[in-house]
T-cell receptor, first 115, second 115 residues
């Protein structure tokens, strides 16, 4: 069985603050893939990143960065200099290799960036 | 590329009626489609996985006679909520993936309200 834990239910920051969203996962597979999605109030899921289990290199994309650490089974997401438009629910998700690649989602973290 | 649409985006119906939600892949062939349900402030819960031309595989606890899924073509899957009741009110999201594809492309969701 696989599991994704996002311990932070809600986070509130002031604009321009940095914020880190935590994600801890459990899986027995050696091959797996991790994702982050953003869900703004409109409801549509926006894909942010995918990482496979063999690539522990951290990634930076603009104000977004991701820290993947297999030793602690974590895949944390940091937003630098947050903006009001970053306000959304962020989901971490996991899938193992397999025929259908079913996604297991964490419960999500509601990020509110206040002006 | 990889656009998925859902129709309708919002539907209100009376208790006891059936509602059909369409999920279309607009610019690619989707051999696999997934249906999720999301309650307010909750995570996405996978309801079923459907492969084109095959019967859908339902997750544990999901009533297949209540949530009828049809995936008759490589670009269209439908979810029919039969004899809807107020507790079926939810946000329904579909996603689609290509043959052997890891990534799921999500539709914008359908908000169902049963009165």
């Amino acid at each position: 069985a696989q599991k994704v834990t996002q311990a932070q239910t809600e986070i509130s920051v002031v604009e321009k603050e940095d914020v880190t969203l935590d994600c801890v996962y459990e899986t027995r597979d050696t091959t797996y893939y991790l994702f982050w999605y953003k869900q703004p109030p409109s409801g549509e899921l926006v894909f942010l990143i995918r990482r496979n289990s063999f690539d522990e290199q951290n990634e930076i994309s603009g104000r977004y960065s991701w820290n993947f650490q297999k030793s602690t089974s974590s895949f944390n997401f940091t937003i630098t200099a947050s903006q009001v438009v970053d306000s959304a629910v962020y989901f971490c998700a996991l899938t193992q290799g397999g025929s259908n690649y079913k996604l297991t989602f964490g419960k999500g973290t509601l990020l509110t960036v206040n002006p | 590329g990889a656009v998925v649409s859902q129709h309708p985006s919002r539907v209100i119906c009376k208790s006891g009626t059936s509602v059909k939600i369409e999920c279309r892949s607009l610019d690619f062939q989707a051999t696999t489609m997934f249906w999720y349900r999301q309650f307010p402030k909750k995570s996405l819960m996978l309801m079923a996985t459907s492969n084109e031309g095959s019967k859908a595989t339902y997750e544990q606890g999901v009533e297949k006679d209540k949530f009828l899924i049809n995936h008759a073509s490589l670009t269209l899957s439908t979810l029919t909520v039969t004899s809807a009741h107020p507790e079926d009110s939810s946000f329904y999201i579909c996603s689609a993936s290509r043959s052997g594809g890891l990534e799921q492309f999500f539709g914008p969701g359908t908000r169902l309200t049963v009165l």
